[in-house]
């Protein structure tokens, strides 16, 4: 008989203090965009937490959120785009985010909403089309769906 393998709980509080540092850090040594990188930071930190504890959608979900939002805002530095391209790739970065959350968590649909909004508007965004919404809602949209999803983790029946 095979001894089962112990899930580590309380791994995100260190995550967390990491993750806060090391762009802290990276800031101090005059790392451009640094300040980006403590979403993806954040973000890797709840990834682990759900990867190697006790595999909680409440970790997954900012996890995946929190390191694509990082992603989103790190791409276009890394590979010096244009500013056009910027918008687009943060937003279908958020969706490709939120869609890995369905593919983990098939059973729980909900991120399949902001996956779908979010792509679709990466793509009205990227040919030009990103005023079917009005200009005043735009810097919302993000963080409305962040408040919703975040909502929805806290009202949210949990099924374990």
């Known amino acids: 008989?095979?001894?089962?393998?112990?899930?580590?709980?309380?791994?995100?509080?260190?995550?967390?203090?990491?993750?806060?540092?090391?762009p802290l850090l990276l800031q101090a040594i005059g790392t451009p965009n640094a300040s980006a990188y403590l979403f993806l930071a954040l973000g890797l930190a709840f990834g682990l937490a759900w990867f190697l504890g006790t595999r909680q959608y409440v970790y997954l979900v900012p996890g995946a959120s929190?390191?694509?939002?990082?992603?989103?805002?790190?791409?276009?530095?890394?590979?010096?785009?244009?500013?056009?391209?910027?918008?687009?790739?943060?937003?279908?970065?958020?969706a490709i985010g939120f869609f890995i959350v369905?593919?983990?968590?098939?059973?729980?649909?909900?991120?399949?909403?902001?996956?779908?909004?979010?792509?679709?508007?990466?793509?009205?965004?990227?040919?030009g089309r990103a005023?079917?919404?009005?200009?005043?809602?735009?810097?919302?949209?993000?963080?409305?769906?962040f408040i919703a999803l975040g909502v929805y983790l806290l009202v949210e029946r949990r099924t374990n």
């Open 1 to 22: 008989m095979q001894p089962t393998q112990r899930r580590r709980p309380g791994i995100l509080g260190g995550s967390v203090l990491i993750a806060i540092g090391v």
């Open 66 to 94: 929190l390191i694509t939002f990082g992603l989103g805002l790190v791409i276009p530095s890394w590979f010096n785009l244009s500013n056009e391209l910027a918008a687009p790739i943060f937003l279908g970065a958020l």
């Open 102 to 127: 369905f593919v983990v968590e098939p059973d729980r649909p909900a991120p399949l909403v902001p996956a779908i909004l979010l792509a679709l508007f990466a793509l009205l965004t990227l040919y």
């Open 131 to 145: 005023d079917i919404m009005p200009a005043w809602f735009q810097p919302m949209f993000v963080p409305l769906l």
